[in-house]
């Protein structure tokens, strides 16, 4: 055959390139796996409380300097470091969170205070769900959650058997922030205990989800019936060592 | 009459959830059920953080990060015990597989509507986690709070002034003077305190309550 | 306190009932896991191929009798055991399916072609889709799998971003009828390679999932982070030894 | 003219592959793909009822009847592989997280409409599995056929008279006598085998074709 050309790895939807010799997703450093973020992104950052928060990563994305970021997370930050650092920075156009307010959240609060944040408030099971269907290629899905209630003002209804739902669209997001306990270099994934939580969706839903683990192991190491993500929903992985992360 | 303490409160509720229930607690007071679950009973308790056979605190020293329920209060897990993403878990909640959950309220409506997120202002800055879900998506949706506010006023309402968490989706509200059914036809007293009559219950709840009809 | 009476378990809701003298929801047989199967009931039988086809249940499903079934499987039955058998007893009065034909779903083919049973051809990713939204909770979603072809016709659509969507509903059912590899007494599963296929949704759709696996092991011993199907989305588990099935 | 065989056209097909992406090979003729991945190319494929990183046939006797692939057939799981349940798999598929998918066809249209599940005949009985979530939900839909009918009508036509699969979702066309890319403003051929000329294959075509532009 006379080959004219080949052209077929050029579309424009594969952003994030995966192709790289004998795939090895292993990246070296935070900074290094964050370095293109551009302003206006859209990035969901995953944990609940401590657990599977990326410390490190955030702390690289703050060193980073995008602006105008679209932020996806269950809570709005605390205290003083991490998301509630990224705030305080005023890097943060919007945030979308299932519990903004509470005793330490006092950047968030004085940002939404002053309008200088636009806050999107979304039921937390709706929040997930809304994630897992970006990642699931789902174009909109009925909810009874929050019907006939405030967080549903302006949004289509319906009775569906014996509920009302409501209409409510994916959550698609340029980069996912994610924290998992192990790694291969196809970028398979198992978390550690409740440290799961949006991990796994977050990194479906993400163009390129990048992943801080504790420990990366060879191919072949983890259980294929244990692994939680598959390496097919992760772009990047760093490994940040646990004498860092207590340093953090 | 006896009031009782939220310890109470949280004794009377545990006593109703019967062997192999499936129970999400919610944040605050409902937690204390978990200290009271009879013994014997065999119960099986949700955190929508992803966790399903929640276990008692760990010991003072044994907390571990990564193991927290949804007040990201350290816990432990029962042997039995399952991780899963948020998702999943809220799918589990949406899906109706729970048996119970237990939520605390600032108000319920004859109606069985729910309101325990929002107290309203203008100037409060709004949270509300996974209580949406959970009021929707239980089988069964129990209420505890206390009857009054502190300026005396009731918390079983006409109307909630509140902002809605949910609309007629509470089964019953326990509080520290009464256990009440929300039934399609209105209230009905269950359980009173020792020493609280059912006249002085209606005049205190303010909305119209009736007695469970009891075997004459 | 008085208590005058405690009527809290007796909801309509709670069909399958949970509550027994510490949670155990092993079965001495699949007769007795089955015996109160209703005629007319929706059943999900889990299996791709024979991946996961839980083969004694759906024996003692033909022995128990029940008429007039809803059937929902990836195919319509093959050769003459199983699916195939309980079709040839004229037992279904329908079945919702992505791949009913095939060289050897000859009982099905006849059935069709006798007009004798209905046909609901789903998709494949739809059909786990609309499985999975009855165990979550979802009222309906938008899909655009389907869309402008046959299949789609009489359904709503809408363009939602760049995809034209096709409304799709969950399929609730009474009973699942699936196979595990090992369980506990909570119902806890893990699966095996890919017989994992359609267990876990269609364990969370049914009111009443009911499970064949090959080994029951205590409480705890199986891993919480490997665990695929919380016992939770799970009533009744029989163990069938490897002998067993050897000999079905 | 030397038409290509069908281990050819797989052949042909796997040359565009990647290192590192992400493939599901639809049942029946794409499988043949498998078997031509060039050396030295880490590709990791789907299985749709629920394998990531399925590998080679396994050697006789050491079948498993748990690990076959979508057409039914033993195969293999790479290390680095996982299993999921059907719901993620489709997932992964209708979530557009798969680089390519590689689907047989009746016939495909200018606009890149598929028709490969149902020859439209009124007793056919219909079966589609999961071709039509591969054909919306792949980043990219090669598709691989002979270029004509056993009775030398082309496949690749100007509306489709089959039922369809998918609408717009092919971007590329394998068949045994060209490769062809479904463009927005219609069919371009990229190559073409030795010996036809392009005024032959677009005789043989009967829908408009034009040449890629090539450097003069």
Tied chains: 1, 3.
Excluded at chain 1, 110 to 137: C, F, H, N, S
Excluded at chain 2, 59 to 82: F, M, Q, R, S, Y
Aim: net charge neutral.
């Amino acid at each position: 055959m006379c080959l004219l050309r080949s052209r077929l790895t050029e579309g424009k939807k594969v952003r994030c390139d995966n192709f790289r010799p004998m795939v090895n997703k292993l990246f070296a450093s935070p900074e290094a796996a964050l370095a293109d973020i551009p302003d206006g992104s859209t990035i969901m950052i995953g944990g609940f409380g401590h657990a599977g928060m990326p410390a490190e990563l955030i702390d690289a994305l703050i060193a980073q300097g995008a602006r105008e970021l679209t932020i996806v997370n269950n809570n709005a930050g605390n205290a003083d470091t991490g998301l509630a650092a990224l705030l305080k920075a005023k890097r943060v156009r919007k945030i979308l969170c299932s519990f903004p307010r509470q005793a330490d959240s006092w950047h968030f609060d004085a940002l939404y205070r002053a309008g200088e944040i636009e806050l999107e408030l979304v039921p937390q099971g709706t929040l997930a769900e809304r994630i897992r269907a970006a990642g699931a290629g789902i174009g909109a899905f009925y909810t009874p959650t929050a019907y006939g209630t405030r967080l549903a003002e302006g949004k289509e209804t319906r009775r569906i058997g014996d509920r009302d739902c409501v209409l409510e669209y994916p959550i698609h997001a340029d980069y996912a922030l994610i924290k998992a306990e192990r790694a291969d270099r196809w970028g398979n994934l198992v978390y550690r205990k409740s440290a799961r939580n949006f991990g796994p969706i977050m990194a479906s839903a993400a163009r390129c989800a990048v992943v801080q683990v504790r420990e990366t192991v060879e191919l072949g190491a983890l259980d294929p019936e244990s692994i939680v993500t598959p390496g097919i929903f992760v772009k990047r992985v760093v490994r940040v060592a646990p004498s860092m992360r207590k340093a953090a | 009459m006896k009031k009782l303490d939220k310890k109470q409160i949280a004794a009377r509720v545990a006593r109703d959830i019967p062997d192999g229930a499936y129970v999400n607690l919610g944040i605050g007071l409902p937690t204390l059920v978990a200290d009271h679950l009879p013994r014997g009973r065999e119960i099986i308790l949700h955190s929508e953080n992803g966790i399903l056979g929640v276990g008692p605190k760990p010991a003072p020293g044994e907390e571990d990060e990564d193991l927290i329920n949804a007040g990201k209060e350290p816990v432990t897990l029962l042997p039995g015990g399952a991780y899963f993403h948020h998702a999943d878990s809220f799918g589990m909640i949406r899906g109706r597989h729970l048996d119970f959950c237990i939520l605390g309220a600032f108000q319920v409506s004859v109606a069985g509507d729910l309101a325990n997120w929002h107290t309203g202002g203008a100037d409060a800055i709004p949270a509300v986690g996974g209580a949406m879900d959970l009021a929707v998506g239980a089988k069964k949706v129990l209420v505890m709070m206390e009857h009054l506010t502190k300026s005396g006023e009731s918390k079983i309402v006409e109307r909630c002034t509140y902002p809605l968490t949910g609309a007629r989706c509470v089964n019953r509200i326990y509080t520290d003077l009464a256990v009440i059914d929300v039934k399609p036809d209105g209230l009905q007293v269950v359980e009173m305190v020792e020493g609280l009559s059912f006249d002085e219950l209606q005049r205190l709840s303010g909305v119209p309550l009736r007695r469970l009809a009891t075997a004459a």
